[in-house]
């Protein structure tokens, strides 16, 4: 099957960006290299296409007892323009996809999931709507998005793209009307960094790139410098961190699972898991060396495979050779000292705090 492209497509391939498939998509890895686009994000302003992420809406009379139902975190009473992180879950506890949802206003949310889930997440939405007066829209044909991401944004925002939005605090939104259609505007990313996500029509993002990218203020940045920067910040991605297999108990995003409110799918099974412990988790792990630990590269405990890599890189802020790895819970401990196998060799590694890099939002 021929991977889908985004509405930014053409202009990647005219800047000689290096494109690769990724859920589902082809997108641009890198433009210059990655470590010039992450420092640009960390230092000054980068420019993301996030276009091949999936959007839903969900209105009615129950939409706010709807979200919740299928939705871990508690969205109960939240004021316009709030926005939320968390999960939604199997009714095992398994992931079925991260997600951040939008309250745009009464009755009215605005869903964000990941590209390689949209169909099954749709389908899985739709598959729980009986019992509610909702209309649940799959709007990803019609967004393009771009994320404006680093200490400059705010300002390249408001100037270049002449968009109102300094006022909007950290993971809250706002509808935003220009040129004729309404745009989602939130402080949101995935990089630690302050930034914005702007959401509209596959011709206002065409413009809204080339506007970011004459003014000669902010960098085109890639899916590689992406996945840098949100595993220096210690952020979970799906397939890596959660998954089916992988609960948010497991992945240390328990914090998400508001077990006080009624319900939602999945909840008896994490309320068993906080209670009982979870056999294997997400942690941090560093090497007093300089080789790298990559997905996939067993974790070992005196000679004996205890779990595997799921992101690793030497990072580029903070120069350590780092992981984030799913190990048995009895290792779990800060400061245990395990060994990674990096091709034949083994190097040894302490379990660390997932967060390797200060996060720079703002407050």
């Not at 910040?233 to 799906?238: F, R």
């Not at 080789?291 to 779990?307: E, N, S, T």
Request: aromatic letters at 10%; hydrophobic letters at 35%.
């Amino acid at each position: 099957m021929e991977n889908k492209r985004t509405c930014l497509y053409d202009k990647h391939v005219a800047m000689g960006a290096l494109m690769q498939p990724f859920g589902g998509f082809d997108m641009p890895i890198q433009y210059s290299t990655i470590i010039d686009e992450h420092q640009a994000v960390r230092q000054a302003c980068g420019v993301f296409d996030v276009s091949h992420m999936g959007e839903v809406t969900v209105r009615g009379r129950d939409a706010e007892r709807y979200v919740n139902h299928i939705f871990t975190n508690d969205v109960t009473g939240a004021p316009d323009g709030k926005v939320y992180y968390g999960m939604m879950l199997y009714e095992d506890g398994g992931t079925v996809d991260d997600l951040l949802v939008y309250k745009m206003g009464e009755n009215d949310y605005f869903l964000v999931i990941n590209a390689a889930n949209i169909d099954k997440d749709v389908a899985w939405m739709r598959s729980h709507t009986e019992g509610f007066d909702i209309e649940l829209t799959h709007r990803s044909d019609y967004y393009g998005q771009v994320a404006v991401q680093g200490p400059e944004a705010e300002a390249v925002c408001e100037e270049v793209l002449g968009l109102s939005c300094k006022e909007l605090a950290f993971y809250t939104a706002k509808y935003i009307e220009t040129e004729g259609e309404t745009l989602v505007v939130s402080r949101t990313g995935y990089t630690g960094e302050d930034g914005f996500e702007i959401y509209g029509s596959h011709d206002y993002i065409r413009r809204t790139w080339d506007k970011l990218m004459a003014s000669g203020r902010c960098k085109p940045c890639g899916l590689g410098c992406r996945d840098t920067l949100r595993f220096e910040a210690g952020l979970p991605l799906y397939g890596d961190e959660l998954s089916a297999d992988i609960s948010p108990v497991m992945a240390g995003l328990s914090m998400f699972c508001k077990l006080d409110k009624d319900e939602f799918i999945g909840k008896e099974a994490i309320a068993k898991q906080k209670a009982e412990g979870v056999s294997q988790r997400v942690v941090g792990i560093e090497l007093n060396d300089r080789a790298i630990p990559r997905h996939g590269y067993a974790v070992l405990k005196d000679g004996v495979k205890i779990g595997e890599v799921t992101t690793g890189y030497h990072t580029i802020t903070t120069d350590r050779s780092v992981c984030m790895a799913l190990v048995d819970a009895a290792y779990g401990k800060l400061g245990t000292e395990v060994e990674i196998q990096i091709r034949k060799k083994t190097f040894p590694g302490v379990v660390v705090k997932k967060n390797f890099y200060e996060k720079k939002y703002k407050k």
